[in-house]
Every structure is written in C-alpha cells, then in structure tokens.
C-alpha cells in the first residue's frame, strides 16, 4: 500500500464529475426552485429521478443546486482559509521574532476555542447568507495552515544551500521565489484538501442548527436539515444528501492523501 | 495478533454491559412501573413565565391553567362558564360587576380561598411595570377590585365597558395571597415558591429544558384528577414528538398535518379543532412607509396557495380575510381582501416607480412558517417584488421587531389567539399596545378602539369594529393568512378527552379530567 | 520536570487572561447592561443605581475587569438573560450529563481505535488493514447529524429498540433506564471519535515498526507477535496517553450536535439555546469555559508527553 493511484483517480474523477456537474447545471434542464402543489411528496421516478419534495420541487434538481452551494461554501472557504493562512505564515516566519511571536499567540488564541462554538457563535451574531458563512467558515480556518507554512520555512532557513544564499546576498523575493515557495507548495496543497473537507462538514452542520444559507438557495446540509421531517415516509431524501457529502468529502481526503504521498514521500 | 485481540476484547467488554443492559431493560419493561398513572404530554419549550401574573406564552399559560384556576372563562361560542366564580353580576350601569366566589374552594395546601386573594392578584395584575395590565386598564385608569365579603369582590370600572367581563376573567389566574403576600415585585419570570394554586395539579418539579411534573391536587373544587401524575416533557424537535408518539413515550402532543399522515398506524387519535388562531404576514410600518408598496405586496400574494403548501388540506386551516379569526361573531367580510391580482401589484409598483426588496424574518424552528415564507418569496418575485428571507430563532424575532423602524427586517411572520371579545384586539393595532409588532399608529383606529370599549349596545359595536376591520385592511400592514387548526395527538390508552374539552391555548379546558385505560 | 511544568504554566497564564480580556470586553461591547440580567423592569431608577455601584459598574475598566476575573475565578459566570439564572447552577447541572455522555464515548473510541490501529499496522497494507482504513475514511467524510438520523430511523422508529428523546423517562433515575437512553448518542460518538484516533494509532505504530530497534530484533528472530507485545504496543501507547490531554475541552462541547439531535439536556444544548436565544452571558460563559479547558488539556498533554517521554525534556532545554 504505496501511493495507490487507483484513489487518487477515483477521487479526481468523483470531484471532476461534481464540479462539471456543478458548472453546468444552469444549462441542465434542472429547475430547484418552482413548488408545484400538485406533485409533492412523489417518489422517484422517470419524471423525477429523485423524486420530488413536500412542496413538489425536483429533488435531483435541489440536490445539484444544493451541492453547488456546498462546494462552493467549500472551495472558497478554503481559497479564504489559505490565502490568509499562507500570509500569516509567511509573516510569522520570514518576519522579525516580534512579529513571530505575535502571530503565533494569536493562532494559539484561535486555536484555544473549541471551532464548532466559536463558528456558531458567529453565525448567530451575523447576519447568515452564503458570502458569511464562507467568511466565517474560511476566516477561522486558517491556523493549521499558518503554522504548517511557518514551519516549512523554519526547517528551510535551516538548510545550508539557504544560508549559503542569504550569504551572498540574494534579495528576499529571489530567495522566496526559489526557495521558500517549492517548499511550501506541497503543504498548502495537502492542507487545503483538508480545509475543503472540514468546511464542507462545516456548513453541513451549520445549516443542520438552522444557521445555514437562506431560502431559495439551499445546501445539502439544509437538505439533510429538511429531510429530517419526512424520515419515515422518504428515507432517501435524507440518504442521497449524505451520501454525497460524505463521497465528496471522502474524495478530498483521498486526494490530500495521495498529494502527501507524492511530496512528501510520508509512510501512509 | 494476541495484544490487538486482546485490546478488541476490552472494547467489547467495555460496550457489551452497554448493549446488554439496552436489550435486558427492554425485554422486562417498555415504560417505568410508575408509567401506568403518568399521563405524559409534550411541549415544545420552557414556559417563557410561569408567573400567573404576567405569563402570556402558549406554554406559560398551558401550565398555569393546570396549576391555578380563573374565575371564569369565555368559551368559544363567547358564552361566560365559571371557575372559582359561583355568580357574576354585571350592574345595569355598566360600571360595576360582582363576582361571588363557590364557598369551600380550597388552595392545594388546605387554606381556603377567599375574596381577599381575588383582590390581591388583580391589584397586582393592574400594575403596568408587572407587564399584562393592559386589559385591566380602560382609557387611562385601572379596574379595580374591592373585597365586599369574605366570599364576595366587587370590581368597579372607570367607565362602563362592554368588555370588561371578558377582560376580567381573561388569562388572570388567582394567585394565593397568604404565599405570595411579602413578594414586592411580580415582574419576574419565576415566584418563590414556584406554584401553588387551586387548579387539578401541583407542580413539584421543574428540570429547565427538560420537564415540568405535577402531581394530582386531591383537594381541587372540580373533584380529584384521575391520573395521580403529569408531565409536560419539552422536546423541541417536532420530528422528535412525532416519533415519540409513535413509540408511546408521550401520551399527547399538538402535531402539524404533515405529521398527521406518519401517525396514521400510531396507536393515537387526532383531535382537530379551530383554534381562533389568525395566522399572518406582517409590515413593521416604520420600515415600509410606503402604502402603495405595501398594497402591492398584499396583491401579490395568493393566501389560498400560502395555506395549501403550509397546512396540506383545507380539513386543517380556514382563510383569513381580518384581524378578527373568521369564526369571531364580530369577524366581516366587507373589507378589502387582497385577493391576489399580480397585474395591479405590477401597476401600482410601476405607477410608484418601485424595484423594492423587502426583507422577510420568521421563526426558524417553525416549519410552517418556512413553507409560506418560501412560497411567498416566489409570489412576490412573481410580481416583481424581491423578497429575502431570514429566519430568526421565535424569542429574537420578538425581540427584534420592538425595534420598530430598527429591525433588521421589514415583514414577519407570526400569530395570535386573542380570543372572543374585539377589545382584546386593541392589544395589536393600538398606538404604541404591548403587542402591536407593526409599529402601527393610526389615530382613527385608536379612536374607535375607545368607543368599541364603552360602548354597551351590541349592534352598535358590531359597526364600530366592522370600522376598525375595514381601517387596518385599508392600511396594508397586516395581511392576515388564515385561521390554522391545532391537531392534537392523544395515545388511545387515555380517555376523557371530549370531557377534558378541547381549547386555544390552553390546550385542554380541565386537566383533572383524563383517565387512562 | 517542576521547571518545565512552571515555564508551561507561565505561557498559559498570559494566553487566559488574553482571553478572559477578549471575552470580557466581548461582553462591554455587547448591546445590553450587565445589570439588565439582574434587574426587573420593576425597579425603580434609585434601585438600579444602587445596583450598579454595588456591583462596580461606575469604576474604571480595568478594575472592572480585575473584579470580574475574581467573581469568575469563585465561580460565579453571571446570569442568564433569558430566564434570569446563575449560569454557573445551570452549568453544575448540565456539565455531568454532557460527561455521562462523551466520557464513556470517548474513552471507548479511543480502546476501539488502539485495537484497530495495531492491529491495521500488524497487517500494514493487506485487505484487513485497507478494510479499517476505509471504515476510519467513511467515518471522518461522515456527518454525526445524518449518522444519527439513520440510527433514530432505525432503532427508534423502525426496530423501537431505544428511546430517542433526552437522557431519562421522567420519574425514572434508574440506571437501566439512563443506559438505554444513552445508547444512540453515544454510538454516534463514538463513531464520530474513532476514525481520527485510529489513524494516529495506526501510523505511530507504523512509523514504530521502521525504527532500529525493530530492525534488530528482527535480525535476533523475534516473531512479529513478540514484537508487538513487548516493544511496539508499549512505544504506541504512550504517546496516545498524550491525547487524553488533548481530549480534555471535548468533555464540554464535544457532542453539541449529537446532544441537539437526542434532546440531551447537556452543555451543547444549553450553549446552541442561548446562542439562538442571544443570550450573551450565556454564550460568553460557555467560551470560557471551553477555551480554559483547551489550554488546560494542552499543558496536561504536553505534560503527560514530558512524564513518558523524557528526551523531549532535553530536546526543549536545548532550544
């Protein structure tokens, strides 16, 4: 059990799939939104794949419109996690010790409130909609990031052929451009794949509290939240929704994994 | 492998009790021996106060009427039935009425209960700053109470008014003064001790977001409950109750109509009945000032498709065109309806050069509310108005709208149950009433709330709040939705439910009533 | 060992009253009156003002907060707007519960995960171990919510095996009783602790199994089970002691979204309640609390780590 490439195909392919998916759905003859009272609650079909929910919209069109937003939630939260991440990093450990220590105190101080309470926190003081959550989400999402980042560029400060060029004088952008960022690269890579999945969980179970995005759009944690209520009678509304959270989420892991594999040469 | 092996069977030992003791303690009991005299009723909350004196929530005074008695009560049909009161005398002026009190009515401790502990609470009901004194005050005076006798209370009104008896025995629960005499403050949420009255049940626990557990008042004047102990189990989640009713871990619980359907093979009945209830979309006035934009918007909406979605079938909601709930005698249908017509919400938007967004909060625990707060969105876009919706937790949803012009929301979802008398509704649409959420201020209205108040002459009355039924429509800040029914799901092992009698808010009139099989 | 644990304690300090100042000012800034949780709209003004200055709301702020940290430090968090408690009563009396609930969840996750972990690196890349890899990958890609929805669907309402609502049938404080309302939640957690703590187990072990010493006992003949039991088991499991530490906060806030779903009168409960209600005595209080646990279960980790590992000791002075 090396890298197995088998995963890593797999889970591009599942992620691909649900990108292209998600991209194209306006295009798709998918309408998530028009109740009509005369078809709820129907099961699946030819009419409707996934059936149709208690106010008889096409619940295969709310699950790809709802995993639109979750992916989205996802990705930009991770862009937002590990931009500021990456900085953060950067700052603390090319900076001045000062600098270091400060950042590094605040992290620890993040890092010191349990996530999920400071994330609801959050969502009940601001007002919920997509760009917040991603805002909140990706805004306390950064830490592991940082200190990873800061870490590479410790152990890289270390190394001779670094010393050697700080000696002669090579100006700071250089000395990055060649040096710092190949060594980062590969940890921002695998930590974002976490980032994606941990923010997706997230939302998941943000919308499940009810302090998810607002109607009309919606989520699969909101979904999951709605589908709670017709448990009994249409179990697979709740099923289909999770069953995609969890092959997305599993994917980005599969892919993390398979990138800390190939970088780092780790033991699996 | 030996040490993993062994390591698994640790973990096994360790969950194995767990398991066994789930499967043993199901073999031998399905319910606690105790269960057979428990009649097990679920709430969906805390009681906001349980403070006689000034709870006004649904599950407040649910409990309250189980613990305290009135004394009397307005049935639906508007016909007066006593409590604690043998007689009740209205003088022919109007400006008195004398209540007798049934001789040997007891507290739940043995002492009696007398005309001094009728005065005692309505005295402290008409302090304003103890926050539910408004229907004790007509104009800018109280009512108040005189003890002419031991057994007698003589209440005299600053003027004559027709709703006066109404607004007497209405929600005011008579608190014992020989308990509650040294406290100097009833605006709390909670008495020391927490409850004790004449009602069917004592209260002996309270577990805060758990349970309230009472136990059968042998000395209760309507005769000693069946059932030695009630609960009242607070489950939040609806889907929750629905499936304990399914497994018979509670006994009773109100239900929404979709969950009607799920119990179908539930061993409980379900007992529907209008509730006086109106149901609807509200404009914080300050917010929208505009009026044409405010009509628009009503004519937008199409209330028969709004109920549709939310309550399923017209066997559990019946439209609602007024202020007043459409089974109210007082309830007209002269009014403008805001029946829905898009072409003329699009020309008055055009013709006012409007491209609102209006912002819509409701109750995010409320799934009904969810469901027309949905369908109204799509309405509105369908005349060109954009609706954004915000769901609140229901207590920051109150607390916000006080804010008036500084809500963060312009429209909102809620309900009432103000009962029979008209009056009572002054407590919404008056300037600046305790529960007017629309910020609404229009000097007619208040005008003919005045004259609503005093006036004795029951067809005069009728055309004064027919006036002020026409007046609100006309201003576009209230949109009434409908009258939804209360569905609740009683387990078959309890009886006496049509004895219990079913009732608004208080769910059941008289709690002593149920017996189980 | 004292100096070590003295220069921990010395960088938790400055890191609590950093927050305690956050969540103190958090508080000030808060659009409500300290006093409002105390006082009824029945006082009169004199009352109120007599009020504030018993509590010290006209001094300076520092020494406010200086005077806050001491009630906090007795223990006294305040109270709820809400419904006008003590926070710290209505805290004593969920925090057993929430511990009767993620206590044994975790420390059976943690069995589980050790058993599997070892015995995922014994088989290090056969089926058995690729088995467990992807049971541990489902349960981390797994939301508790809807793991808890396919339970209550099947043992609540399909097999009516177990109750699903809070922690005991009223009038009832048996522990049968308790035990079968238990069940449900704690098999989420479980099932929500163990993939993590697997993993860890699995590739301590495995890393273990590359070491020198490993190599030579091999070279002496040793059979893999001698192995396991004699040298790698022992070097596995006490870095995962340190977790422990680690784990300390989750005794708080560990199961607030299972606690929500099976009405578990828990901290989690009460927290989500006064988050949604805004509640701000409420919320602030819960953070504290939690935020002191995390830096409190840190510095047992590191110290726990320090007791059974004593190179670190000299690893850290040489810096």
Not at chain 2, 255 to 267: I, R
Not at chain 2, 350 to 374: H, I, R
Not at chain 3, 247 to 259: K, N, R, S
Request: aromatic share 8%; hydrophobic share 50%; charged share 15%.
């Amino acid at each position: 059990m090396t890298a197995r490439p088998n995963h890593a195909r797999g889970a591009i392919g599942v992620l691909v799939f649900l990108a292209l998916v998600s991209l194209a759905a306006p295009l798709l003859p998918l309408d998530p939104t028009t109740i009509d009272l005369t078809r709820r609650s129907q099961a699946p079909g030819p009419a409707h794949w996934f059936g149709t929910d208690d106010l008889g919209r096409d619940y295969l069109a709310r699950v790809v419109y709802g995993g639109r937003v979750s992916l989205l939630v996802g990705a930009l939260a991770m862009v937002t996690a590990t931009t500021i991440g990456t900085l953060i990093g950067l700052l603390a450990g090319l900076g001045r010790p000062w600098v270091d220590n400060l950042l590094m105190r605040l992290v620890d101080f993040l890092s010191s409130i349990p996530w999920l309470v400071l994330v609801i926190v959050a969502s009940v003081l601001l007002r919920p909609g997509l760009i917040m959550i991603v805002a909140i989400i990706g805004g306390f999402s950064w830490m592991t990031t940082a200190r990873l980042v800061r870490a590479e560029i410790l152990s890289v400060k270390q190394r001779a052929y670094v010393g050697y060029a700080v000696h002669i004088g090579q100006p700071l952008p250089i000395l990055v451009a060649r040096h710092i960022v190949p060594a980062i690269v590969p940890v921002v890579l695998i930590t974002a794949t976490a980032t994606v999945s941990a923010a997706m969980l997230t939302e998941a179970s943000l919308s499940f509290l009810g302090l998810g995005v607002q109607a009309p759009q919606t989520s699969w944690g909101q979904l999951l939240q709605t589908a709670q209520g017709s448990l009994q009678r249409q179990p697979y509304l709740a099923l289909i929704p999770g069953l995609a959270i969890i092959a997305t989420v599993m994917s980005c892991n599969a892919l993390g994994n398979s990138l800390r594999h190939t970088f780092l040469r780790e033991a699996p | 492998m030996k040490p993993a092996a062994r390591a698994i069977l640790a973990a096994l030992a360790l969950i194995g009790p767990l398991f066994a003791a789930g499967c043993a303690a199901d073999d031998t009991s399905p319910a606690p021996p105790d269960q057979t005299d428990t009649f097990t009723f679920a709430i969906s909350g805390d009681p906001s106060s349980l403070n006689p004196i000034n709870t006004g929530d649904r599950w407040g005074l649910t409990t309250t009427n189980v613990v305290y008695s009135p004394l009397a009560r307005v049935e639906a049909d508007g016909t007066v039935r006593n409590e604690l009161a043998e007689s009740i005398e209205p003088a022919a002026d109007g400006r008195s009425v004398t209540v007798k009190l049934k001789p040997d009515v007891v507290w739940s401790d043995g002492e009696p209960l007398t005309a001094a502990d009728v005065v005692f609470t309505y005295t402290n009901k008409a302090v304003k700053d103890n926050g539910n004194a408004d229907l004790l005050w007509i104009g800018d005076q109280p009512i108040t109470a005189t003890a002419v006798d031991a057994l007698t209370v003589r209440f005299d009104l600053p003027e004559a008014s027709a709703a006066a008896l109404s607004n007497i025995a209405t929600e005011t629960y008579i608190i014992p003064q020989h308990i509650y005499g040294d406290v100097t403050d009833f605006s709390g949420a909670e008495l020391e001790p927490l409850a004790l009255g004449s009602g069917p049940y004592k209260l002996v626990e309270y577990q805060r977001g758990e349970y309230l557990r009472f136990e059968a008042n042998e000395l209760y004047y309507g005769g000693a409950p069946a059932i030695q102990h009630l609960v009242f189990r607070i489950v939040p989640n609806a889907d929750s109750v629905k499936t304990a009713l399914q497994t018979g871990e509670v006994d009773g619980a109100s239900v929404s109509p979709s969950q009607v359907a799920d119990l179908a093979g539930a061993p409980v009945d379900i007992h529907s009945y209008a509730q006086g209830r109106v149901g609807y979309l509200g404009v914080i006035e300050p917010r929208v000032p505009d009026l044409a934009l405010r009509q628009a918007l009503f004519f937008a909406l199409d209330r028969e498709e709004i109920n549709l979605a939310a309550y399923l079938d017209p066997a559990y909601f019946e439209n609602a065109y007024s202020i007043l709930p459409p089974g109210n005698p007082y309830a007209t249908t002269d009014l403008e309806r805001y029946d829905q017509d898009v072409e003329r919400a699009r020309t008055l938007l055009a013709a006012a050069g409007l491209n609102p967004t209006l912002v819509l909060a409701y109750a995010a625990s409320n799934a009904a509310q969810a469901t027309q707060a949905t369908i109204i969105q799509q309405q509105g876009a369908a005349a060109g108005i954009t609706i954004e919706l915000s769901a609140l937790d229901g207590t920051a949803l109150y607390e916000e709208v006080e804010k008036g012009a500084d809500a963060p929301f312009d429209l909102f979802l809620g309900g009432y149950i103000m009962g029979i008398d008209p009056d009572a509704y002054s407590l919404l649409f008056r300037t600046a009433a305790s529960a007017n959420f629309f910020s609404y201020s229009n000097p007619v209205v208040d005008a003919l709330f005045d004259q609503g108040l005093v006036e004795l002459d029951d067809a005069r009355r009728e055309t004064i709040y027919g006036d002020i039924q026409r007046a609100i429509a006309g201003d576009a800040i209230f949109y009434p939705i409908l009258d939804s029914f209360d569905n609740l799901a009683i387990n078959q092992r309890v009886g006496g439910v049509a004895q219990a009698k079913l009732i608004p808010v208080y769910h059941f009139e008289d709690w002593s009533k149920f017996t189980l099989a | 060992m004292l100096v070590y644990v003295a220069r921990r304690l010395a960088q938790v300090v400055p890191l609590l009253a950093v927050v305690t100042l956050a969540v103190f000012f958090a508080l000030r800034l808060a659009p409500y009156d300290f006093v409002d949780s105390i006082t009824t709209p029945n006082m009169t003004a004199e009352h109120v003002a007599i009020v504030r200055s018993r509590y010290g709301l006209d001094d300076p702020a520092w020494l406010q907060y200086l005077r806050w940290l001491g009630r906090v430090v007795q223990g006294d968090l305040g109270y709820s707007l809400a419904s006008q408690h003590s926070i710290a009563a209505d805290l004593a009396q969920r925090l057993p519960n929430t511990i009767v609930l993620v206590l044994p969840a975790y420390l059976t996750a943690l069995i589980l995960a050790i058993a599997l972990g070892l015995v995922a690196a014994a088989r290090h890349g056969r089926p058995l171990d690729r088995l467990i890899d992807t049971i541990g990958a489902v349960g981390i890609a797994m939301p508790p919510f809807w793991f808890a929805l396919l339970l209550i669907y099947l043992f609540g309402y399909f097999l009516g095996l177990f109750p699903i609502i809070g922690m005991h049938t009223v009038g009832d404080r048996g522990l049968p009783d308790l035990l079968r309302h238990l069940f449900l939640p704690y098999l989420v957690l479980v099932v929500a602790f163990f993939p993590d703590l697997t993993r860890y187990v699995r590739s301590s072990a495995i890393s273990q199994l590359d070491e020198d010493y490993v190599t030579v006992q091999r070279a002496f003949g040793a059979s893999d089970a001698q192995l396991f039991r004699r040298h790698v088991s022992r070097n596995v499991l006490l870095p995962v002691v340190t977790q422990i530490g680690l784990a300390l906060p989750m005794l708080v806030t560990g199961a607030v979204i299972t606690e929500t779903v099976f009405s578990w009168p828990g901290v989690g409960t009460y927290f989500l309640q006064g988050a949604r209600a805004l509640d701000y005595p409420v919320i602030l209080a819960v953070l504290l609390l939690s935020a002191t646990l995390v830096m409190v279960g840190n510095l047992l980790a590191d110290v726990l780590y320090v007791v059974v590992d004593p190179r670190v000791r000299l690893g850290k002075t040489a810096t």
